[in-house]
C-alpha cells in the first residue's frame, strides 16, 4: 500500500462517511488476521468520533481502522494489539485517536511494547478510559494520552491537563450533540468523545511528541489538577533467606512458623518461652500435636545470643501483663539489637525504639500507612484478572491462616505460582507477596476507600508477576454478630473483601456457630462482591458437652462426621473439616475444579 502521510489514524466501528481510506481489520476462523475494504459503521460510535475530529480541525486528513461492529461491539484485545502492530508496519501517521480500550489485559506487556515502538516513531497516542471509569489499556499507558470527561469542561475546546503517569487529561465527555447514522443526531455521553476532543485539538497543532503534546494541552487548559504525589514503597523486610532464627514467646501466633518451617524464609534453630508459661522444657511437637519439627522450648532468660540471626518476637503485650515484667520484654530487645540481631517483631515497638536511641534499621513491624497508597485520579482501580481465592469465617481462632499455608504448599507443589495476601503479622516470614495486618494487636492508619485503593494497586502487581493464583485470607468474623459496641462491627472485614474482590471464597465455621449466621455470613459475602462460597471448611475444636463452654477442645472424630452431615444437608455446599488428609485433597481438587472453565461458568450463571 501507498505509504501516505495521515494526520489521524481512528481505530474505532467504522465511518459513514464512506470517502474516507481505511480498512476493517478482523480474524477469520484460524485467527488470521483478514485485511477488507468495508468502513460500513453498523454502530454510528465510529461515525461520531470521526465527526467531532473533523469539528475542530476539517483539514484534517483521517485514515479509518474498522475493529468492531453490531455482531462483535465489544473491543477484543488480540485484535487491538494486531491492529496497532498494523499501523506500525504500514501507515504513516501522527496521531491515533483509539476512543475504546479493554478494562481487563491479559497482554498488557504485549501491548504496552507496540504502544512504545509507536511512540519511538514520533506518533502520538490518544486513548479514552473505560466509561464505568475504571482504570483501562491502553489509556493507562505512561506513552499514551489518557482521557476522561470532567463536568468542567464545558465547551468543545475546554481541556484539564492531569498531572499524574496513568491519567493524563480531561475534555467534554458530558451530554453532547453528535453526529449519528439514525437518526442523523443524537445526544450521549462518554469519555469515547473527550478522547476525540482531545485528538481533534491536537489535529490542529503540531506536536513532536507526546511530552510537547502534554505541554500544549497545559498552555490552553482551563485548569490543572495535580496528582503527582509520589508514593512511598511498602517497606518490606531485606534479611537474607535461611538466616538462623529463634522465635519467642511460644504462643498461638508462633505456631504455624513450626508446622509450616518449610515454606518460610527463616531456619528456625530454637523456641523459647517464659518459665512461668509451663511450657519450657515441653517438645513443641508434642504440644502441636504434629511429628515435625520438634524442638525443646528454651527459658528466655537462659538465651544463647551466638546460636542465631534473627528473633522473630511474637504478640508481648498480654506476657508481659500476666508477668508484671514489661522490662523483661524491652531489654530482651534492647539486648538483642545492641549485639546486632535483627527483629521481626509482630507488636510495633517503635516506641521502645525512639525511648532506648535503638538501632530502627535492624527492627521490621509490618505497618501500612497513607503514604504508601498510589491514588489513581478519580477513584480509578484496576480490574483483577488473576484468579483470586480468599479465605474468611464466622469467628477469629478457626484455623484461617492454616487453611491459607495448606492451600500455598498444595498449589506449589503442584506446579502453581501462587501470590499471597496475609493479614497476620508472620505473612513476610512466609515469602507472601503482602502483609497487610490488621488483626490482634495492629495498629492500622488506614481504612475505607484508602484500604481499597491500596489492596487493589498491590493485587494488580502482584498479578504483573504471572502468578497463576492470587490468595488471601481475612481476619476474625465476616458478619457483624451484635451490635451493642463499636467494636465488634466488621468494617475491616468489609473493606477487605471489597479490596480484594474474590472470585472463590473457604468459608471458615464453627461446630457451635448457629446456621441462621452461617447462612447470614453466606448470602452477605456473595452479595458483597460477585463471589462464589464454595465449600465451609469446619475447624476441629468445639466445646465438650461436660465441660459446657468453658474451654474449647477437640472434637472427636464421629462428632466432626455428624456435624459435616448436618451442615451438608443445610447449606447444600461441599463441607470439609480442618486438618483431615483427605477432606483437605477434596478441598483443594475443589478449588482447583472452580478455576477451571466449568467453575467459572457455575459462578457466571449466580
Partial sequence: MTRTQYDVVIIDSGISDLSEEGVRLSFDNNGILCVENDLSDELGHGTAVYNIIKKHNPNTKCYIIKIFDAKNEVVDEDLLLQTLKYVYDNINCKLIN??????????????????????SK???????????????????????????SSPECKQTTDVQIVYNNTVNVCAKGDLQRVKWLKPAYIFTRGNSY?????????????????????????????NSLDYSQKNEPIIKPHFPQGHRAIIFPFNKEMHSLLR???LTCLN????????????????????????????????????NWDSFDVLVLGHTGELGRTLGRDELIVDLIIQANKRK????????????????????????????????????????????????????????????FTLQLTLRDMFTKNGYKVGQIGTEPSAYLFNMDLCFHFGYASKPCINRYNTISLLNSEIDSISKKGVDIIISGCQSGTVTYDYGNAKYYTIPQTEFLLGTLPDAVLLCVNS????????????????????????????????????GRSRLVRLP?????????????????????????????????????????????EKDDK
Fill in 268 to 303: 528456625i534453630v530454637d523456641v523459647y518461652d517464659v518459665r512461668q508459661s509451663a511450657r519450657v522444657g515441653a517438645s513443641t511437637s508434642r504440644l502441636l500435636d504434629s511429628i515435625l519439627p520438634e524442638f525443646i522450648i528454651k527459658n528466655i532468660e537462659n538465651i
Fill in 557 to 601: 472424630g464421629e462428632k466432626l462426621v455428624e456435624f459435616k452431615t448436618k451442615f451438608a444437608e443445610v447449606f447444600n455446599r461441599p463441607i470439609y473439616i480442618l486438618g483431615d488428609e483427605t477432606d483437605t485433597k477434596m478441598l483443594y481438587e475443589n478449588v482447583v475444579s472452580f478455576f477451571s472453565s466449568e467453575g467459572k461458568a
Fill in 341 to 400: 540481631k535483627y527483629i521481626y517483631t509482630y507488636d510495633d515497638i517503635s516506641e521502645i525504639v525512639k525511648n532506648n536511641g535503638l538501632s530502627p534499621e535492624l527492627i521490621y513491624y509490618p505497618y501500612i500507612k497513607v503514604e504508601n497508597i498510589q491514588h489513581i485520579p478519580f477513584g480509578m482501580l484496576y480490574r483483577p484478572w488473576v484468579p483470586m481465592l480468599g479465605v474468611y469465617g464466622t469467628t477469629s481462632k478457626q484455623g484461617k
Fill in 194 to 222: 473527550a478522547c476525540a476532543h482531545i485528538t481533534g485539538i491536537l489535529s490542529a497543532q503540531y506536536c513532536e511528541n507526546i511530552k510537547e503534546a502534554l505541554r500544549y494541552l497545559g498552555t490552553i487548559a482551563i
Fill in 512 to 547: 457451635y456457630d448457629e446456621p441462621e449466621y452461617i447462612e447470614r455470613t453466606i448470602r452477605y459475602i456473595e452479595s458483597c462482591v460477585d463471589c462464589k462460597v464454595i465449600a465451609l471448611v469446619i475447624f476441629p475444636m468445639g466445646y465438650d458437652d461436660n465441660l
Fill in 122 to 148: 514520533g506518533i502520538i497516542m490518544i486513548a479514552a478510559f473505560d466509561n464505568l471509569e475504571s482504570v483501562s489499556y491502553p489509556a493507562a499507558f505512561d506513552n499514551v494520552i489518557g482521557v476522561v
Fill in 260 to 262: 509450616f518451617s518449610h
Fill in 98 to 119: 483509539m476512543s475504546l480500550g479493554v478494562a481487563v489485559s491479559t497482554r498488557k506487556c504485549e501491548m504496552y511494547d507496540i504502544c512504545e515502538k509507536l511512540k
